[in-house]
Every structure is written in structure tokens, then in C-alpha cells.
């Protein structure tokens, strides 16, 4: 069963279950003649729905609800059975019992609410999504992670591009891995690293992507602008989905990165797992130096994939892609410290248009200035939150010689610029205020206004447009430098 209810996001057989433990428990107190059939109805509910749910899969969210179910399960029977016995379950011995009960079944409602399956919204524009996975090794580049001097520098690169449509039976990719293996690897490190008990994030590989892998590109909308995306810290390909789908089915090509050895977990063509080794000192000088040796690889990460995408494209009709890939056309995006890599990849690298950056301080040199158009997009930032990320940002912004936009969304979070929202307890301080289907939506709409405008050439002006999403401060070139 597939079928969910927004906001709960349970199975017809989850509601079926809470449906019945619910029933169970208020049989008890029911008027003699109602309450016979009554029990009868919920325990046979409850029995199905539990059996049905044993052979798919019990989602921990609902093992409080059959436990109060359970502890309910006496109290609902004994009525039945004291015109045969003459025994009485009295009612200050029930009404404990019952409150235990419905404490029981709430913590699984709220359990179901805060750690749901992940819907994702529906992309809104002419295409559909079509997804593959890509991996190339850069034998110029040594692994710096390593000690082996003879191993490579080796990238995954997820791709989300126009596709045509296909079967309404198709299966939808995965989140998180091209299998549902892969997916659980993914989420157990990605819990691992922000120290959650692992079986929090056990509903996140259920999830279901709107995209299809291998679906035939698109024959219409010529050559797609290209967006490439660096994950935040520990960060993984696959955190930005909604948003990388929602350009896909808006006439863009986004080519996610994993960067092994900071991402989370890598899982390479071979079946090997390679899990982050960058780990923080503690010492606030010392993490500055390591992030911005970090920050360095992964700019260099996204260049060499620009590169292998440029190879892709020339490929004379050997590859789908082969002709339609815009590579005039490019922009470097990040989150956190993949925004502070996309930042140094378009000083270092001139074939990048553009730059966005969601919600990532600026690590490493801030020269050479900036030259192209930059957005950066964040939280509500305060000398409180953090005294340097306000200055040094505002610093790489008005050194650049082209017009850069600086845009806080008011209620947002640091997590808010990801996919988080759609499956982390809806907490300001870990997803923001703006709620599950209202982060998505204004950061793809904000990003696509910029990106259309820049890679595209649309009429907007950007100072009038970026307002509606939050406050917008824009940094104009000094003519004079």
C-alpha cells in the first residue's frame, strides 16, 4: 500500500492499524450494546492490518501503536467475557490502563509526524525527469585522502535531466542510491554523522523520487543549461533531490556530486563504501585550514566533472545526453561547504556562468574577486549565530566585479536549503518555519529565477523578482576598480 495521508504520511494498512488500536481502546468505555461489535470490529482490524503489515515491513513508528494496542487488548475483551465468568474489570483499574494506552498510540502518531517517509513535491514544469549515476577517475589527480601515491582522484556523479515521459508503471528512482541497498547504506552514515540512533532515518530509503533512471531524454527543448551541485559537509549527492528534479523538469541538466572521503558514504561501481574522514579539530583556526583544504578539492571536484560532461556531449550519439548538453551555459551551486566550493570553482574556472550559493560560509582566499554573477542564498544570520559569516561573505561579494545577490529567507534554517524538511522533525531550529512543502518551493523558485536569468537571458530583473522570496540585498560592481 502506497497511499498516504499528508502530513502523517501513513499506508492505508498503518491507518487501518491506528484506526483499530484506537477503537480498541475506546470499546471499553462504550455502552454495553455498542461495545460488543465494537471490540469485535477493531480486534479483527487490528489483527489483519498487523499480520498484512508483519509480510511488508513494520515501520518502527508503529510498534508504540501496536503496544498500546496490545496493553488495550484485556481491558477491551474482558466485557465480553464477564457475562460468561461474572468477572468485572473496574473502572479505576481500566481507566490507568486506557490512558497508558492512548500515551502509547500518540507517541507513534507523533513519531509518524516528526520521522515520515519522504513525499517529494511534484516537479512543475513541461518535462519529466529521467536520472542516472555516472562515475569517472581523473588520472591527473592523485587522492589526497589516501596514502597509496598510485591512486586517483575518483568522482560519482548523479544526473537529473529533461526525459520523456514515461509509463505511469515505471519505477520511480530511489532516494538516496540507485538501489534500495544502496539508499540504506547512505542513510545509516548519513545518521552516523549527525549522531542520531540509526533507525530515526529507517523510513528514508522507502521514499520514492519523481524521476525514472535511464528514461529517454527529452527530443524536444535543444541544449540544457547545465547546474552542478556540491553537497554540504558529510553531505551526499542526493540531498537536494526535490530541487534538482524541479530544474530538470524545467529544461536544466543538474549533475550532483559525492565526494569521497567527505560525503557521507560513496558507494563506488566496484560494491566498495567509502565513508568520510574529514572530521573537525575542535580548534576553530585549524578547522578554518581544513575547510578550506576541503573546500579546494571539491572545486576542483567540479571542474573535473564539467570536463567529463564536455567529453559527454562530444560524443558523436554514443551517449543520450551526446548534443545536448549546453556547455556554454554552466553554473556552479553548493550547499554549506559545497556553496564555499562552487564559489572557488567559478574564480578558478571560466567556463562557469554563474554561482549559487545556499547557506555556505565562504572558506579558503576570497581572491580572485568574483567576476561572475553570484546568489547566495541564506538563514538569518546574527553576530550571535556566527560573529565571521557575515563579514567574510559580505567581503567575497562586493570584491566581485559583477552584480552578486545576497537573499535571507525569513524562518529558514540551515537545513532548510535541502531536502531535510520533507523528512526531519519540522523543528525551526533544525528545518526552519517554512514547513515541508513551503522550503522546497521557495528555494527552487528563487534559484530558478536567477538561474533564467542568467543562463537564459530571460527579462527579469532580479532586484524586483528575489524581494518575493525574502530580504534581498544586491552588491553592484565597483566601476571604479
Avoid at 509509463?167 to 540504506?184: K, N, Q, V
Avoid at 534554517?413 to 535541502?418: D, G, I, M, S, V
Amino acid at each position: 500500500m502506497t497511499e498516504i495521508i499528508t502530513g502523517l504520511n501513513l499506508s492505508l494498512l498503518e491507518i487501518l492499524a491506528l484506526l483499530g488500536a484506537v477503537a480498541l481502546v475506546m470499546a471499553r468505555w462504550l455502552p454495553p450494546a455498542a461495545r460488543s461489535r465494537a471490540t469485535i470490529a477493531a480486534g479483527a482490524a487490528l489483527l489483519v492490518s498487523a499480520i498484512a503489515l508483519g509480510v511488508t515491513g513494520i515501520r518502527w513508528q508503529l510498534l508504540p501503536v501496536l503496544a498500546g494496542a496490545l496493553l488495550a487488548a484485556p481491558f477491551a475483551f474482558s466485557p465480553l467475557l464477564r457475562r460468561r465468568t461474572g468477572r468485572r474489570a473496574r473502572w479505576w483499574l481500566a481507566l490507568p490502563g486506557s490512558l497508558a494506552c492512548t500515551g502509547l498510540i500518540t507517541a507513534g502518531v507523533v513519531a509518524a509526524w516528526a520521522f515520515p517517509v519522504p513525499v517529494f513535491p511534484g516537479p512543475s514544469g513541461p518535462f519529466a525527469v529521467g536520472t542516472r549515476v555516472l562515475q569517472w577517475t581523473d588520472p591527473l589527480r592523485p587522492e589526497t585522502f589516501t596514502a597509496d601515491p598510485l591512486d586517483r582522484r575518483t568522482v560519482v556523479a548523479q544526473l537529473w535531466y529533461p526525459a520523456q515521459n514515461s509509463p505511469a508503471d515505471a519505477p520511480r528512482a530511489p532516494y538516496l542510491g540507485r538501489t534500495e541497498d544502496e539508499a540504506r547504506t547512505v542513510s545509516e552514515a548519513l545518521a552516523r554523522g549527525t549522531g542520531l540512533p540509526g533507525f530515526l532515518m529507517d523510513d528514508v530509503p522507502r521514499a520514492r523520487t519523481h524521476s525514472v533512471f535511464g528514461a529517454p531524454v527529452a527530443r524536444e527543448g535543444g541544449r540544457f543549461p547545465i547546474v552542478l551541485f556540491s553537497p554540504g559537509s558529510s553531505g551526499v549527492r542526493t540531498q537536494n533531490t526535490a530541487w534538482a528534479e524541479e530544474l530538470a523538469s524545467r529544461g536544466y541538466v543538474v549533475a550532483a556530486l559525492d565526494h569521497p572521503y567527505d560525503s557521507a558514504a560513496v558507494v563506488l561501481a566496484d560494491g566498495r563504501t567509502i565513508t568520510t574522514e574529514t572530521v573537525s579539530s575542535g580548534d576553530r583556526d585549524k578547522d578554518e585550514e581544513l575547510a578550506a583544504g576541503w573546500t579546494s578539492v571539491r572545486a576542483a571536484d567540479l571542474g573535473f566533472v564539467l570536463t567529463r560532461l564536455t567529453d559527454l556531449d562530444r560524443a558523436d550519439g554514443a551517449d543520450p545526453l551526446a548534443g545536448r548538453l549546453d556547455t556554454g551555459r554552466v553554473a556552479a551551486t553548493g550547499h554549506s561547504l559545497g556553496g564555499a566550493a562552487a564559489l572557488q570553482a567559478v574564480r578558478n574556472d571560466h567556463r562557469f556562468a554563474a554561482v549559487i550559493d545556499l547557506d555556505g560560509y565562504p572558506h579558503g582566499p576570497v581572491s580572485p574577486a568574483l567576476d561572475r554573477p553570484a546568489l547566495v542564498l541564506t538563514q538569518a544570520i546574527t553576530p550571535e549565530t556566527d560573529p565571521r559569516y557575515l563579514p567574510r561573505l559580505t567581503e567575497a561579494l562586493e570584491r566581485g566585479t559583477a552584480t552578486s545577490y545576497r537573499l535571507t529567507i525569513p524562518g529558514a534554517a540551515h537545513l532548510t536549503f535541502t531536502d531535510g524538511p520533507l523528512y526531519l522533525p519540522p523543528v525551526p531550529s533544525i528545518v526552519g518555519s517554512l514547513g515541508r512543502t513551503e522550503s522546497p518551493r521557495v528555494v527552487a523558485a528563487a534559484t530558478l529565477a536567477f538561474l533564467d536569468t542568467v543562463l537564459r537571458g530571460a527579462p527579469t530583473d532580479l532586484a524586483v523578482a528575489l524581494p518575493a522570496y525574502g530580504d534581498l540585498r544586491v552588491h553592484h560592481p565597483d566601476t571604479a576598480r
